[in-house]
């Protein structure tokens, strides 16, 4: 199973590719719904409308789990990141307690799709934990026990945490869980197909032509539809959402600990800012602390590695490590108000639909996603439509600093031809390293592989032409702006970029 980074996660590893049915060809066949990405989102959704009776296409880019969902940590939570209390001030009690209320229902979902598939993805119930570890912190931890009372959520004090790490004061969140991603969806997507859904894996989807039947047009032939979802964790092309949802990266460890009574009996969080989060999960037989931490804008952040090691140093601080055997990081995008946009895609026509800004709560949203666009496209209506309405226009405090902060945006085409000698010696980069250079007037986006031979791209993003810069953990370019994420050779990794950089062929140069 592959996925858009360099490292290996845990939910990769000893997972084969996904063998699906044998398909025929989907040229200009019709769908009651295309979804467009094969994540958490796409696949949930994709079963829940094909067992509701309509006709689904999912259509994936490279393979299942390949975004995002191959590279969480996989809580699963009651909550979202922004808390309780936040949600009340920006959106009022009631649709805080109906955030509650759709939280629960999306856990509801997963236990019930355990349950009815037999599904064997390590699932367990557990508690969540909050901690602070200083009397600032006490504070905002007595602010977020107070919202999730008032939601009705039920939690406690706690004398106690899970970690061995020191801490002041503690609440306990009861009915939490946990579970293996990628054997989930993979199980999913073999119920998808059992129930008459069609699964196409490196199919990428190119362009709509938007009318009441939409013409999508796919790299496996155009496919017709009455709808379309956007699964694609931020829809690609241009769109308001984009100025709505900041792209970040968070960087995750699972170790091997020496003593097996040590693993987290629960999942954990501090209140630091970026916060660490913990939690164990079994996989064959094998215990592994997964660490999570040291999130940062994507793209900037220069040594992306060195993330790593500020994690592995903290972690070792309170934990006796064996050995660690994974370590990957994977990008999520904030929703400006504390919500994810789930329903009409803004600026288009009313049959299409996306799903996004799910923060670090992509488990719990992307079943909100499914029930919530099943129930629209279905039905006609969803009680959360409105909650998580992708058009609701809220002016919240810090509106402004993120549009400031997600707009820098910077032009820069290039043209011309240039000499690989002289491009070689100016950036003098070893090999595996990358660096963007100026060179004439332009700038290139370079990177040496470990053969020593070097790749030479535009560094313009395809997206609305923000420089990439280059995640050196991941092997990839990636956008400051919107999250676009590109291989080294320029090649799309996450959307919303719907085109390769462009390449710049260095075997044709000539001296300049
Ligand atoms: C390090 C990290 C830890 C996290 N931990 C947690 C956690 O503990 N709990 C939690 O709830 N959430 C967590 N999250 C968030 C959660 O993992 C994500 O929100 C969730 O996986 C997103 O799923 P998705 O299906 O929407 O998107 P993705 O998994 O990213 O899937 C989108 C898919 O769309 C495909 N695609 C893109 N463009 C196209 C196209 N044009 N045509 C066809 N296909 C396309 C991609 O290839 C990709 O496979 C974490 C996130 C990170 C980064």
Excluded at 113 to 129: L, R
Excluded at 266 to 289: I, K, N
Aim: proline share 4%; with cysteine.
């Amino acid at each position: 199973m592959k996925r858009d980074g360099a490292c290996i996660s845990l939910w990769q590893a000893g997972m084969s590719d996904y063998k699906g049915q044998q398909k025929n060809n989907i040229a200009n066949k019709y769908f009651d719904v295309v979804i467009v990405g094969g994540g958490i989102t796409g696949i949930t959704t994709g079963l829940l409308l094909q067992k509701a009776g309509k006709t689904v296409l999912v259509a994936e880019a490279r393979n299942i789990g390949f975004g995002t969902t191959g590279g969480t940590t996989a809580h699963l939570n009651s909550f979202m990141e922004v808390h309780f209390t936040q949600l009340i001030k920006n959106f009022g009690e009631d649709n805080a307690r109906l955030v509650a209320k759709a939280c629960r229902q999306s856990m509801d979902l997963i236990k019930k799709n355990i349950e009815d598939y037999g599904i064997d993805c390590g699932y367990g119930e557990v508690a969540g934990y909050i901690y602070a570890q200083d009397e600032k912190q006490v504070k905002e931890l007595d602010d977020i026990f107070e919202g999730f009372n008032k939601v009705g959520a039920g939690v406690s004090p706690s004398t106690s945490i899970p970690v061995r790490i020191p801490f002041v004061r503690a609440i306990e969140i009861p009915g939490q869980a946990q579970f293996h991603p990628t054997r989930y969806i993979y199980a999913l997507a073999k119920e998808f197909e059992k129930a008459g859904g069609v699964l196409m894996e490196n199919c990428r989807v190119t362009a709509v032509e938007e009318n009441e039947i939409l013409a999508i047009s796919s790299s496996q032939g155009t496919i017709r539809s009455k709808n379309l979802v956007y699964a694609t964790h931020i829809p690609p092309g241009v769109n308001l959402l984009h100025f709505r949802c900041a792209p970040y990266r968070s960087y995750v460890i699972a170790a091997k600990l020496k003593n097996e009574s040590d693993y987290p009996q629960g999942l954990a969080y501090d209140m630091q800012d970026p916060y660490h989060y913990f939690r164990t999960q079994e996989v064959d037989g094998q215990f592994y602390l997964i660490a999570g931490g040291e999130d940062h804008k994507t793209a900037h952040e220069e040594n992306t590695e060195a993330c790593f090691t500020r994690l592995e140093a903290y972690v070792k601080k309170f934990y006796e490590i064996e050995e660690i055997a994974f370590r990957w990081s994977s990008q999520y995008f904030n929703p400006v108000d504390g919500l994810a946009y789930i329903g009409h895609l803004p600026g288009h026509p009313q049959n299409m639909f996306v799903a996004t800004g799910y923060g670090g709560i992509g488990m719990t949203n992307s079943h909100i996603a499914a029930m919530t666009l099943t129930d629209i496209i279905v039905r006609g209506k969803s009680e959360f439509e409105d909650l998580f309405s992708p058009n609701r226009l809220k002016p919240v405090a810090g509106f402004n600093n993120f549009v400031k902060e997600a707009a820098d945006v910077v032009g820069n085409l290039i043209g011309g031809v240039f000499s690989r000698e002289k491009l070689q010696s100016i950036a003098e980069i070893a090999p595996g390293e990358a660096r963007v250079v100026k060179y004439e007037g332009h700038a290139i986006a370079l990177y040496k592989d470990e053969n020593g031979e070097l790749h030479a791209v535009s560094p313009a993003c395809t997206h609305i032409k923000c420089t990439v810069g280059w995640n050196a953990a991941e092997k990839s370019w990636d956008c400051p702006c919107h999250g676009s994420r590109f291989s080294y050779d320029g090649t799309v990794l996450t959307a919303p970029a719907r085109k390769d950089l462009e390449i710049i062929q260095l075997e044709e140069l000539v001296e300049h």
